[in-house]
């Protein structure tokens, strides 16, 4: 169901706890609000969010379009889907690693996106099974990186960055998440998890900081109650953030097509 989507996005990081999940929410919505067709995938089966970021209500089940065939969900003008709307919110996937990236081949194969201009993946940390399975099996037309300016996210980010280039996925930038503190009384902006982080594995890869993004109560409140900060709050310094990344990346891959990769298999 991928024919009519022009490109794949995945957004990443090395590690959980820096905010990708958020990030990626923030960029779909920012890429539809500035007029493009986007969908969402939340590839995190153990531990999906995506649903409660857009304010889906729990029990909310997509509808079969045909026997193999499932219709997103919508929200906030995104097609979204999740392992979160298909199971109930207290089940543990107790899963392992081949189970979970058959789940996902189906989340993303079966479907139906219909025509989209970008599907924003939002994946699972690390560089495991899901990973390689969108990598070998699905032409990608770029990755985002995301970080903290903190040492240790940075080191993790590295290996995400290294894993997309082996398997030939362009890395499109990092963007560098909490990258000031920034005090809902007062305004003082402080850079807690250090400075420049972003911009030094950016030079190291020769890749670009797409963006800085504030660490702001606010930004967190708003996904918590499904209603993301470019939605929630359009005329925010955030959001102007999020629309000047998702800007940048649609001008690195607005005017091309993605290349025809792999067919998708489930028995590989």
Known sequence: MLETVKHVVAVASGKGGVGKSTVTVNLALAMAAQGHRVGLLDADIYG?????????????RPTMVDDKTMKPIEAHGL???????LVDTETA?????????GAFQQLLTQTGWG???????????????????????????GSVIVTTPQDIALLDARKGIEMFRKVNVPVLGVVENMSTHVCSNCGHEEAVFGEGGGARIAAQYDTEVLGRLPLTMSIREQVD????????????????????????IDEQLGGKTRESGPSISFGE
């Open 79 to 85: 097609k979204m889907m999740s392992m979160a709307v």
């Open 93 to 101: 996937m107790v899963w392992r690693g081949p189970m979970v990236a």
């Open 115 to 141: 025509e989209l201009d970008y599907l924003f993946i939002d994946m699972p940390p690390g560089t495991g099974d899901i990973q390689l399975t969108l990598s070998q099996q699905v032409p990608v037309s």
């Open 225 to 248: 109650g499904g209603r993301p900060t470019v939605v929630a709050d359009p005329e925010s310094d955030a959001t102007r953030a999020f629309m000047a990344i998702s800007a940048r």
């Open 48 to 60: 999906p969010s995506q649903a409660q970021m857009l304010g889906i209500k729990p029990g909310t």
